[in-house]
């Protein structure tokens, strides 16, 4: 097998506040696994260093690593070539392009989709979460009208930046008691405060709150206070997190779970653990997202999950036709692999 690897700039349509700084362009790299019969694997590195201290030159290094433990293993069956590279350094955020595109070559030769391979009972389509980017009152309700009117059954905003009771309530009144509120925090709060806040937010009926705190026993503390749901997002990172059961829900990503195959295995282990599990994107591109609407297809098998935090694209200033929600739903690509180039 011969692994390539190119760097890929995809140009946001406005500078983007996220975890870790503002964002003006997303910087991939993308990989092509070549096999031995002519068949061509695409997979996506996709690192963010703001959000999780991976720097895009060390994963290159990675996955040079990585092209020649692929080249001198061959043919192996895709479980032995990822613990091969795992051996050689791991780096969940370069396994991750290898692992996706080790499930595309899988899915292409076998003529099915990458869905249709982790479960034959894969969906057809995943439901997600329209997200609220703006910080005023005004704003944040305008956003969450047009998402409602757009189908979405389920709208997320920041909290823990300022006003965000005003926000909440607005947004609230904005699209009525139907669609669902999820709030994120990316652990702004301590303990404390996550408790005061989180009892202040419960009466505008949220779905979850994602990250009050870091940390898998902060997290634990919250909820055991708390009346509204707690998810983990970036704490699953931690060694054993998924599997603890401190929270009701654990938020999966293909870049920091080392691909579609590590997804599978914290999915197992949250549930295991008595949590519900989605998956989220770290702004991926169109091969990323593509892995993390066929784990979701997949897994969706084994329960109903919340909506998945996929609806990304539209960052993008040429977001193209696939895998973009419409009427609050991403339709799973049904052709060979993961269906995108």
């Known amino acids: ?15 983007l506040h996220a975890a870790g700084g503002v964002l003006r362009e997303r910087e991939l790299l993308e ?28 994963v290159r290094a990675g996955l040079d690593a990585y092209g020649q433990v692929l ?32 499930w595309d070559l899988a899915g292409k030769r076998a003529g099915r989709s990458v869905a249709e391979l982790i479960s034959i009972e894969a969906a057809r389509s995943i439901p997600v979460n329209a997200t609220i980017a703006a910080e005023d009152r005004a704003g944040a309700a305008a956003a969450a009208a047009a998402a409602v009117e757009a189908e979405f059954d389920c709208v997320k905003l920041k909290v823990g930046i300022g006003d965000d009771a005003g926000r909440v309530a607005a947004v609230r009144a904005a699209i009525g008691a139907r669609a669902a509120i999820r709030v994120d925090a990316n652990g702004a709060w301590t303990v404390e405060e996550a408790i005061a ?16 705190v870091h940390g898998v026993e902060p997290l634990r503390a919250v909820r055991a206070e708390v009346e509204v749901p707690v998810a983990m997002d970036e704490t699953a990172a931690e060694e054993g997190a998924p599997a603890s059961g401190a929270t009701d829900a654990v938020c999966l990503k293909i870049s920091r779970c080392g691909g579609i195959s590590g997804v599978l295995r914290d999915a197992a282990a949250a549930r295991l653990g008595g949590s519900t599990f989605y998956l989220a994107s770290t702004y991926d591109g169109p091969v ?3 892995g993390a609407v066929h784990a979701a297809a997949g897994l969706s098998a084994s329960g109903i999950l919340p909506a998945h935090g996929l609806a ?29 180039e």
């Open 31 to 58: 990989v092509r696994l070549h096999g031995d019969d002519g068949v061509v694997g695409v997979g996506e590195a996709a690192p963010l260093e703001g959000y999780d201290g991976v720097s895009l030159a060390a």
């Open 197 to 212: 806040h989180l009892r202040h937010l419960a009466p505008a009926g949220i779905e979850l709150a994602e990250e009050p």
């Open 71 to 102: 080249a001198a293993h061959g043919e192996a069956p895709l479980e032995d070539l990822l613990e091969a590279c795992r051996a050689e350094r791991d780096l969940p955020q370069a396994l991750a392009a290898v692992d996706l595109a080790l």
């Open 1 to 15: 097998m011969r692994l390539e690897v190119q760097p890929l700039v995809l140009a946001l349509r406005e500078p």
């Open 288 to 290: 990323g997202i593509a």
């Open 312 to 340: 990304t694209l539209d960052v993008f200033a040429q977001p193209g036709e696939r895998l973009r929600a419409v009427r609050g739903a991403i339709r799973v690509p049904r052709e060979p692999g993961l269906g995108v």
